[in-house]
T-cell receptor, first 112, second 114 residues
Framework: GDSVTQMEGPVTLSEEAFLTINCTYTATGYPSLFWYVQYPGEGLQLLLKATKADDKGSNKGFEATYRKETTSFHLEKGSVQVSDSAVYFCALKIIGTYKYIFGTGTRLKVLA | EAGVTQFPSHSVIEKGQTVTLRCDPISGHDNLYWYRRVMGKEIKFLLHFVKESKQDESGMPNNRFLAERTGGTYSTLKVQPAELEDSGVYFC????????????FGPGTRLTVL
């Protein structure tokens, strides 16, 4: 079946540190890949997405590249800020279908 | 444009009681979805409405859960009777078309069953 595996948290970093949150997937069809973020007290927000192999999604300084050969979609940011503290969810959706398959979420805490 | 709204934001009930969660999708979105995240695990799909019709309720845990979407606007998710394992965050999402790549999520309702 379809699944998403992401690194367990929590991840604690100092401000301006480099961030990587690993995400790998298995999919029976051709997936689109997503990163969602949930800031404290808020709902899930789409952070970035990629719909085909080698696409790079980017937003707010975050990037992730759709790697079909390694079935991965790792999230990176060169310099994190305290305001990036949140829970990050990797997800896939088979194109043409409606169900998201989410990972377990990774909590990021950035210290000043 | 207003986003997806959910009510209440937090509910604390005792085992055996009934709770009803409400979701108001983005205006004009025919597709409405419910998801749930329990105890720090992954967010899991519960069911999908197109207008007032249930298209897929394969993710509903058991018959203690009942979802409705009368009139094809807002939706309710009732848990009766609630059990301890029902605790978690219930998310609602909506989209314009069924195959749309992006679903817009609400803030979630945190349900705590004591």
């Amino acid at each position: 079946g379809d699944s998403v595996t992401q690194m367990e948290g929590p991840v604690t970093l100092s401000e301006e540190a480099f961030l990587t949150i690993n995400c790998t997937y298995t999919a029976t069809g051709y997936p689109s890949l997503f990163w969602y973020v949930q800031y404290p007290g808020e709902g899930l927000q789409l952070l970035l997405k990629a719909t085909k192999a080698d696409d790079k999604g980017s937003n707010k300084g975050f990037e992730a590249t759709y790697r079909k050969e390694t079935t991965s979609f790792h999230l990176e940011k060169g310099s994190v800020q305290v305001s990036d503290s949140a829970v990050y969810f990797c997800a896939l959706k088979i194109i043409g279908t409606y169900k998201y398959i989410f990972g377990t979420g990774t909590r990021l805490k950035v210290l000043a | 444009e207003a986003g997806v709204t959910q009510f209440p934001s937090h509910s604390v009930i005792e085992k055996g009681q009934t709770v009803t969660l409400r979701c108001d999708p983005i205006s004009g979105h025919d597709n409405l979805y419910w998801y749930r995240r329990v105890m720090g695990k992954e967010i899991k799909f519960l069911l999908h409405f197109v207008k007032e019709s249930k298209q897929d309720e394969s993710g509903m845990p058991n018959n203690r859960f009942l979802a409705e979407r009368t009139g094809g606007t807002y939706s309710t998710l009732k848990v009766q009777p609630a059990e301890l394992e029902d605790s978690g965050v219930y998310f609602c999402a909506s989209s314009y078309r069924t195959g749309d790549n992006e679903q817009f999520f609400g803030p979630g309702t945190r349900l705590t069953v004591l």
